[in-house]
């Protein structure tokens, strides 16, 4: 996060705030560009371009998916001024709602905006209004600059500066498509951004207030521009503008429409998170489409995958029309699974699609907590030259108000590790100012970055330090201690962790439970020498290769992997030390992650008889039982008068039978 961010801070006059409330005129317009070939087509419609005297603006109509586009290529006056385009329309607004998508950019140090309330001449550089402005690459695009994107509300100034009234960290994939959206109701604005393979929820949301309120009407647009003074150029792509006085969105919110009049749309989901975790597979998979006009869905034609299999027969839907629903059953989902999932619909004709997507796991505390599982927590590295603590370790650290639901040496709460040998991280002690707003939470001597849940990943004039912090599922034994789920984050290429557990021998899978803010990769190896001296050596195990998740609290698992990309079957037993590496390119991959835990489950064949008095739980090992693959049966002593039993395994198991006889229970799978 920019430290250098100017908020404005000043309570809004209530006075002030009334006077925007309602727009003198209700207009809209839109454009989809389809119908121009010729840049004085574009004009002829009403469109201005302002362009820096003498620079190179190139507009050109590409043809996508869903017909034309606007592509702006701007080039700066080389050493005088910078790449900068604003192509406007002159209607002016009070109350505004604008939108665009955003579908190609170039891969660098660039930005594209929504201009709002605009003054705007032939020079860019004296335009004036409120932005929603995207940076692509926030921090630069040399071969060592991080490579992630930022999101901002912003007062134009000129010469062309801002003052950051909102400022969010989200990374957009290239080659993905979004839409931006930008309201002002008074001087309260919004931003959003919508990744349009899944318009049931913004990917990020701001609100910030203009306690100064600079503008209070003014003219529309889209602005490109370069952030590399007079060297860089800019280059993005955008169709579907729209803009209002008013908020035309014709779905529930905070679900969005689709941009292109009649394309079937999912509106509500369940799981309703697009990355979910924990999620009760009883509740099975539900959803809603609707295309917002009388075009009509083709049910039939509704396809649902899950992890690349089709689930399209098991699914339950309404007829054809312009609303439908769809479920698929519970008995359908397994139990401690992960998913990646994908629901595509089109209409009658086949000529408007859409396709959703979202990724889940089905694993619940009861598993987790199992003892064929094991967890080893982030935050949980060696200390004291290589000192280690055995499963289970004592939740530890402070809760949510700062007060430390034990002391220091409980857990590995305050423990100092050493560097070297315990961790290598590239921060020092003491830490800039600007990092002590989120580091040392846990383990206040280490300069590992550790705090609970991910802050400041947005800071506005509403919360102008970034306090909230963001997260997901927090598990029971945290959520009792009005705790939030502790994580190492801001890594940096080259930093690394050592974690030394003792492993019931057999064959594992790992995952990395994290969350991503742009591509890169993590290794895992084992230390092949002593974990206690400096100087160790290594074998590496695989690697866990995370995709862009967008923002550092969209959490998922990834699997651990070899070269080619299949998943790595870890043996393991006794007393062995792991080490967390991050990887990818120095510089580049900086401040990506939030780490969770690393999560082992037993592999395909190792299968655990778990059982408890009541249904509900807890559910624990039946350590005497014997399990006899050829037959698929599972023998163990009977227990009490009543007894609830689960199988655990790699892959998804079903109880068949069981019986009693003698005093044994046997049960067949």
Known sequence: MKTSSQFLRMALPGALAACLTVSPVVQAETDNFDSYTTLSELTGAGWILSQMAGATVTTTFPVGATGKALRVQSNPILGQSPAVAIWYRTAEYTNFYMAVDFVARADTNQGVALLARGTIGEDPGAATGYLLNYHVTAWGDTPTSPRQGELQISILHPPFSLNQLAIGELTLSPGGAYRLVFQGAGYHLTAQVYDLSDLTQPLLRMDADDAEATHNQGICGLLSYSRNAETGSADVTLDNYEVATYDPNLATAPALAHPVVGTPTIETRTPTNRFSNCYDPSGGISFTVRTYSTNVINASATKLRLNGEDMSGQLGLSPNSDNIAGSLPGSALRSDTIYSAQIEVQDVAGLKKSTNTFWFDTFSDAYLNSLNVKIIEAE??????????????????????????????????????????????????????????????????????????????????????????????????????????????????????????????????????????????????????????????????????????????????????????????????????????????????????????????????????????????????????????????????????????????????????????????????
């Open 380 to 669: 949980n590295y060696n200390y004291s030259n290589g000192v280690y603590q055995l499963d289970p370790i004592a939740v530890s650290g402070p809760n949510l108000t700062g007060d430390p639901i034990s002391p220091p040496g409980v857990g590995y709460f305050d423990l100092h590790g050493v560097e070297g040998v315990d961790y290598h991280d590239s921060r020092t002690i003491p830490l800039p100012l600007e990092e002590q707003l989120w580091l040392g939470e846990f383990r206040q001597f280490d300069p590992v970055g550790l705090s609970q849940g991910m802050h400041p990943e947005i800071e506005t004039t509403l919360d102008p330090w970034g306090e909230t912090r963001y997260s997901d599922r927090v598990r029971n034994q945290y959520a009792t201690n009005n705790m939030a789920e502790f994580v190492v984050h801001r890594t940096a290429a080259g930093e690394w962790l050592n974690y030394t557990r003792d492993f019931a021998g057999g064959n594992y899978n790992a995952f990395l439970r994290v969350a991503s803010f742009g591509p890169t990769e993590v290794r895992l190896d084992r230390v092949t020498s002593n974990p206690a001296l400096p100087g160790q050596t290594t074998a590496n195990l695989g690697k866990f290769t995370i995709p862009n998740q967008f923002a550092r609290y969209h959490y998922g698992y990834v699997p651990l992997v070899d070269n080619s990309g299949s998943p790595v079957l870890l043996n393991l037993s006794g007393i062995t030390t792991l080490r967390l590496t991050m990887a990818g390119t120095p510089g580049q991959d900086n401040d990506k992650l939030a780490i969770n835990y690393i999560l082992f489950t037993p592999a395909p064949g190792t299968i655990h008889l778990l059982s408890s008095p009541t249904v509900g739980g807890p559910y624990t090992e039946e350590l005497a039982a014997m399990v006899d693959p050829g037959s698929r049966s599972i023998t163990a002593p009977a227990l009490g008068t009543a007894r609830f039993y689960r199988l655990s395994s790699g892959t998804a198991l079903t109880i068949r039978s069981l019986s009693v006889s003698g005093g044994v229970i046997t049960l067949k799978y």
